[in-house]
């Protein structure tokens, strides 16, 4: 006699099945259309094999392409045909490892002596569509640590051995498609014939396990999709995102350079590009100014006792830039990594009352930390960095108000900046990890309580993440998907219970007796070099008008009209208006068309008729002429689209 299980479906249904169904049978019983579009199962909150037998009641959700974690399984399916196809064309390699990320997959290989060099990923591509079509299962089979490093040490592959020395009996599987068999937790979508269109993106390097000190391996980058259709999509999508990047743009636009002689992720900002950060840090320091922030300065560097107290060393000492000696024996000076402990110290510096709070220290702060060489990408991921950092320090019962008030700060910004696509990230402790992080359970329930109850007060759209928190506190990261649809990690707010205890912060109480106060982080850009990397690239260089480094352009149509064009920038500059005049031994139409590759907002043309009249004839970059203005007239005009844009 067979045994029933209650299966929950996500609406709430319950169904019985026979013990040993699987997803995708449950898919099957509901329809033969969803049978075929299920890649993976998602049973008690794990994500498992559509194909793994299910043995006792359960709560089940079928995956799809349309749900990330049907996306993430169907990519990391993909890394492995990736490595069986590697395996097929380059016999005896050895294999890292190969997850998915957020747009597609890698996989770490040694090639041993041999090099890529790009030619070989359409031979590698055809190989994966191949094998995709054979229509191999994906077979998962628990294994023995025993036979686990028995069959690597066979192979002769030490970086599966390396992987296997954490791992113990009962928690090692094995996934074999065809005749590929690698060391994998899964899931895995059913078969490979799910992959209907493959594209290799790229090839990098990449330290094995992250350590500079270890072999550098080859790193291939790659995509797929269950329909052609959808990789043709992607690809020009991408083609529109090479046009996009900022770095091609950065110095196109002359914001920002790199150099060798300076260091790998410390980036020169230009003076376009330096006009531009200072307009941004003026934004938010008039809007900090107005919610009763006050701006505070601290030292680059800080003596290694500062960071000890504050838990960063203990974090992330051993990856960063490691301490600078002075000539006083045993003294240890540190990069600052993080602002948050020297305003901790300023907190500090007088007795303050309950009446005083919320205190709130605001600082544009750079910051260090010791990326990984491969990790570095433009202004994305750099080594020195200016957080648009504050900490407020508040009672238990301000938490949430202030929280509130943080949430509609980083609001205004993204409106000002044009980013209307976001998702705010609840990020929480990993309640299977204790250990990653500081301080007690009372502290941290307390402060992940608030954090949800303010994202619902607001209405926010919210994802919950465990594992996600900072060591110290949870947080509010706030997912904001620029032009192209590509997410990216920006505004952050975080609630710390922990460093107020760690560095004895007070305050004296109603009661006249001495309390603790509740610290919270916040960075509405997160840092500025990041922010303006993504900027950059979701407006693609046509920055709003308040923030453009060159707002105008005054292009006279001959040598006789450079001292009208003078008097007019002089006009504009007195009112804040900023720009340049093109006075080359040029045709008007090439210089016209040189201002639209600068994406300068405003084309202002002087000639013999424009001097005459007092007036501009004015051009809109990207939309062409709009007729001749006073000089008041382009203010007043000028002016309005500002105010527009800058309206909360």
């Known amino acids: 006699m067979s045994q029933l299980i209650n299966i929950t479906l996500p609406d709430g249904t319950v169904k019985e099945y026979e013990k040993g169904t699987t997803g995708l049978q449950i898919a099957a019983s509901i329809s033969e259309g969803l049978a075929r579009n299920v890649l993976a199962a998602k049973v008690n909150g794990q994500v498992w094999d559509a194909t793994r037998a299910i043995d006792t009641d359960s709560t089940i959700q079928l995956l799809t392409w349309n749900d990330g974690e049907g996306k993430n399984t169907f990519w990391h399916s993909s890394a492995h045909l990736l490595a069986e196809a590697l395996e097929v064309l380059h016999p005896g390699i050895k294999f890292g490892i190969g997850p998915p990320i957020e747009t597609g997959f890698y996989y770490d290989v040694d090639f041993g002596d041999k090099t890529l060099d790009g030619s070989e990923l359409e031979a590698i591509e055809q190989k994966m569509i191949e094998l995709a079509r054979e229509k191999n299962e994906y077979i998962r089979s628990d ?69 500079e000190k270890r072999k550098m391996l080859t790193r291939i980058y790659g995509v797929t999709f269950p329909k052609a259709k959808e990789l043709s999509e992607y690809l020009t999508l991408l083609e529109e995102a090479k046009k996009r990047d900022h770095r091609k743009l950065g110095r196109e636009l002359e914001l920002f350079m790199f150099s060798e002689k300076v260091g790998a992720g410390l980036p020169l900002w230009l003076p376009k590009g330096t006009l531009l950060r200072e307009r941004l840090v003026n934004f938010l320091k008039k809007a900090q100014d107005k919610a009763g922030y006050q701006q505070v300065i601290t030292p680059h560097i800080g003596h290694k006792v500062l960071y000890e107290t504050s838990g960063h060393y203990e974090k992330y000492g051993k990856d960063s830039f490691q301490p600078i000696a002075t000539p006083h024996e045993g003294e240890e000076f540190l990069l600052k990594p993080m602002n948050c402990p020297h305003h901790c110290e300023i907190y500090k510096n007088k007795p303050h009352s309950y009446k005083e709070l919320p205190i709130r220290y605001a600082e544009f702060g750079t910051v260090y930390r010791y990326e990984q060489s491969g990790e570095l990408h433009g202004l994305t991921r750099v080594r020195g960095f200016t957080q648009d950092d504050a900490h407020i320090f508040c009672r238990p019962d301000q938490v949430k108000e202030e929280f509130i008030k943080v949430i509609d700060l980083v609001l205004y910004v993204f409106k000002a900046l044009g980013f209307d696509d976001y998702t705010a990230q609840i990020s929480l402790r990993d309640p299977e990890n204790p250990s990653k992080y500081i301080g007690g359970d009372e502290n941290w329930d307390k402060a992940e309580a608030a954090i949800i109850e303010a994202a619902a007060e607001k209405g926010l759209i919210t994802v919950t993440e465990l594992g996600e928190a900072a060591f110290y506190g949870p947080k509010l990261d706030f997912m904001v998907k620029d032009a192209l649809g590509r997410k990216w990690q920006l505004g952050t707010i975080q609630v710390d219970y922990n460093l107020p ?12 007796q001495k309390h603790r106060p509740v610290m919270i982080h916040r960075a509405p850009f997160g840092s500025l070099e990041r922010f303006v990397a993504v900027l950059i690239e979701h407006c693609a260089g046509n920055f709003p008008l308040w923030l453009s480094p060159e707002q105008i352009n005054i292009l006279p149509i001959s040598e006789k009209y450079v ?47 424009e001097q005459e009249e007092r007036k501009l004839s004015v051009r809109k970059h990207g939309e062409g002429d709009l007729g001749n203005f006073s000089p008041e007239e382009f203010i007043n005009y000028f002016q309005g689209i500002i105010s527009a844009s800058l309206s909360k």
């Open 563 to 609: 001292e009208y064009a003078e008097e007019i920038k002089s006009i504009l500059e007195e009112v804040g208006i900023s720009g340049s005049i093109d006075n080359r031994d040029e045709k008007i139409g090439r210089k016209i068309r040189d201002s639209e590759v600068k994406k300068v907002p405003f084309m202002l043309i002087v000639g013999e008729k």
């Open 143 to 211: 294994v023995s640590k025993k036979d686990a490093v028995a069959y690597f040490e066979d192979k002769g592959d030490e970086y599966k051995l390396d992987l296997l020395e954490g791992l113990e009996d009962g928690t090692i599987t094995f996934y074999q498609q065809g005749n590929f068999v690698d060391l994998c937790r899964g899931p895995h979508i059913p078969n490979t014939g799910f992959v209907k269109a493959v594209k290799l993106t790229n090839i990098a390097g990449a330290y094995w396990r992250g350590d």
């Open 501 to 512: 205890e760690r560095f004895e912060l007070e305050y004296i109480g109603s009661d006249n």
